[in-house]
């Protein structure tokens, strides 16, 4: 993935501890499709707007396959508050490895990508890199990702202040990580951190073993001795070197769904591979067929049905997960994504939480 009163203030684009007053990052990813609908009456919760994906090819920014630039960039003058942002990567996009090892290809790269927010008139970028150092989903990665990461972001940061210099505007620098250890292993926090306007942490599919977990739990459950959580995400950032108040943490509006599984904690025929989203589930709890439980020490919920659990955030979690967020000083709250819950429950729940006005 504030207190309502966020303590930074912006100089093209840079975050620094200056005591300035700032509303809580309240922020959607928007996946790209060909049936997008964005609903005006969200915006009055919205801050920021990741439009994904941008893609990596021949070394450079790459959008042309995105369908909904028109829409996207009225929605936003429509609603001139919010933050338009390109997020860059996501699950299995290669690239990044390869662009940022040497300087030639990160001088090309961050050309495009500054090319990129000057022709769309983008308010900042957000890099979805998963994950450095880490070979998966068939993505190139290298030993020296670490420090060519920061190399990296280093050199866009410089370069989109000085893109402000001309146009004015503060350019939001933000970069995506895993809610791990093991997926955040590529990440240099302490040198990032003064680079970054925010640190994205994706606290969803935070499991992914045959036994019926949650996979976006604010707190540690009770029914094994995994200290997987939201909150362990936040203390692990914490101890790597990132600042809370850079610090965002996720909501998922999707479930995820174990088979074969009748309890909490219960021995499963699958890994919670299947994902449905917020409005399947509501179609799920609206059938009767399943059961509605409320795990009070994760401060998640979960359905159980027939011969299957489902694990899941609604307003009731959403609205915790912003809360904490406010209470312990972070930056504000992000979810994937909007286009899976049509309701607006999740976004309107999740910036309650964030809000103390």
């Not at 240099?188 to 970054?196: F, G, H």
């Not at 997987?228 to 790597?240: F, G, I, K």
Request: aromatic share 10%.
């Amino acid at each position: 993935m504030v207190v309502a009163s966020l303590c930074m203030s912006f100089s093209n684009g840079r975050a620094s501890g200056s005591g300035a007053q700032m509303q809580p990052i309240c922020a959607a990813y928007l996946l790209d499709s060909a049936s997008l609908t964005l609903r005006d009456e969200d915006a009055k919760y919205l801050t920021h707007l990741y439009y994904s994906f941008g893609q990596i090819a021949d070394g450079r920014l790459y959008v042309d396959h995105l369908e909904n630039w028109d829409a996207v960039k009225a929605y936003r003058a429509r609603h001139p508050h919010i933050r338009l942002m390109l997020a860059i990567g996501g699950w299995g996009a290669d690239g990044f490895s390869q662009v940022s090892r040497t300087a030639v290809g990160r001088t090309r790269f961050v050309e495009s990508v500054v090319d990129v927010v000057r022709t769309h008139g983008l308010d900042g970028i957000d890099l979805d890199w998963e994950y450095p150092t880490i070979a998966t989903a068939g993505i190139e990665a290298s030993p020296n990702d670490r420090e060519n990461l920061v190399l990296l972001v280093r050199e866009l940061r410089a370069a989109l202040d000085a893109l402000g210099m001309k146009t004015g505007k503060s350019y939001h620098l933000s970069l995506a990580v895993g809610a791990s250890s093991e997926t955040a292993k590529g990440i240099d926090a302490r040198a990032l951190n003064d680079l970054l306007d925010c640190v994205n942490i994706m606290t969803y599919d935070l499991r992914g073993e045959k036994k019926a977990t949650h996979h976006a739990n604010l707190y540690a459950a009770g029914y094994d001795a995994s200290d997987v959580s939201a909150d362990a995400a936040v203390r692990l950032m914490e101890q790597m070197g990132f600042s809370r108040d850079k610090l965002v943490i996720g909501g998922a509006a999707y479930g995820r769904i174990w088979t074969g599984a009748r309890k909490l904690g219960g021995a499963a025929t699958n890994s919670g591979n299947k994902a449905v989203s917020y409005d399947t589930v509501r179609t799920y709890i609206a059938s009767g067929d399943y059961t509605y439980h409320w795990d009070e020490t994760a401060q998640a919920p979960y359905l159980i049905g027939p011969d299957r659990f489902v694990s899941f955030d609604d307003p009731s979690s959403m609205r915790l997960k912003g809360a904490y967020a406010r209470q312990n000083g972070l930056a504000g709250m992000m979810y994937w994504e909007y286009t899976q819950d049509s309701s607006g429950a999740l976004l309107q729940a999740m910036s309650e939480g964030l809000r103390t006005d």
